[in-house]
């Protein structure tokens, strides 16, 4: 079946560049997406990327897709204190319900 | 700006109860979803709905659960006969549409405690 995987914990010094990794197994997902969760909250989309690209960057955020390892990855450029949070790698298809799955979550802890 | 809602933030039941957990999604959004994540596992979809009927369910998604769309704002999950491996937070989402972008905007979510 499909499945998400993340690493579950990254550290990070403040100013430096952030990258979380994933990897999925479902050859159809047509909508990559990473997901923030600070604490308390629900799940905020960052971005996002469909299959067809290879690269999105938005602000200080880089998403890289490699389709044929199925492997995405968020880069996050000059890190701050306000970026510790769970980011969640999640993939879709595009089926008519639109079930989403989900990785586990990498922690990002940023240290000042 | 819109926010998906969700009642209550915590919700303590006795296994064998019937828990109905509540979301208001955004209000121009015609797709709602229900997603739940075990204490220190990954989120897990649950149902898709659209135009009043179920769009797709997981395989978690057993005859113990329902979703409803009681009136013009509300989306509800019920849990029949709740068992002590129901207890998960659960979010509810919701979208404009599905294709193309689909953000789902996910309320902060119910914590189901099943005693």
């Known amino acids: 079946g499909e499945d998400v995987e993340q690493s579950l914990f990254l550290s990070v010094r403040e100013g430096d560049s952030s990258v979380i990794n994933c990897t999925y197994t479902?050859?159809?997902?047509?909508?990559l997406y990473w997901y923030k969760q600070e604490p308390g909250a629900g799940l905020q989309l960052l971005t996002y990327?469909?299959?067809?690209?290879d690269m999105k960057q938005d602000q200080r955020l880089t998403v890289l897709l490699n389709k044929k390892d199925k492997h995405l990855s968020l880069r996050i450029a000059d890190t701050q204190t306000g970026d510790s949070a769970i980011y969640f790698c999640?993939?879709?298809?595009?089926?008519?319900?639109?079930?989403?799955?989900f990785g586990a979550g990498t922690r990002l802890f940023v240290k000042a | 700006e819109p926010e998906v809602t969700q009642t209550p933030s915590h919700q303590v039941t006795q296994m064998g109860q019937e828990v109905i957990l509540r979301c208001v999604p955004i209000?121009?959004?015609?797709?709602f979803y229900w997603y739940r994540q075990i204490l220190g596992q990954k989120v897990e979809f649950l149902v898709s709905?659209?135009?009043?009927?179920?769009?797709?369910k997981s395989e978690i998604f057993d005859d113990q659960f329902s979703v409803e769309r009681p009136d013009g704002s509300n989306f509800t999950l019920k849990i029949r006969s709740t068992k002590l491996e129901d207890s998960a937070m659960y979010f509810c989402?919701?979208?404009?549409?599905?294709?193309?972008?689909?953000?789902?905007?996910f309320g902060p979510g119910t914590r189901l405690t099943v005693l």
């Open positions: 479902d050859s159809s997902s047509t909508y």
């Open positions: 999640a993939e879709a298809s595009n089926t008519g319900g639109f079930k989403t799955i």
């Open positions: 709905f659209y135009n009043n009927e179920i769009s797709e």
């Open positions: 990327i469909f299959s067809n690209m």
């Open positions: 209000s121009n959004h015609l797709y």
């Open positions: 989402a919701s979208s404009e549409y599905t294709g193309g972008r689909n953000e789902q905007f």
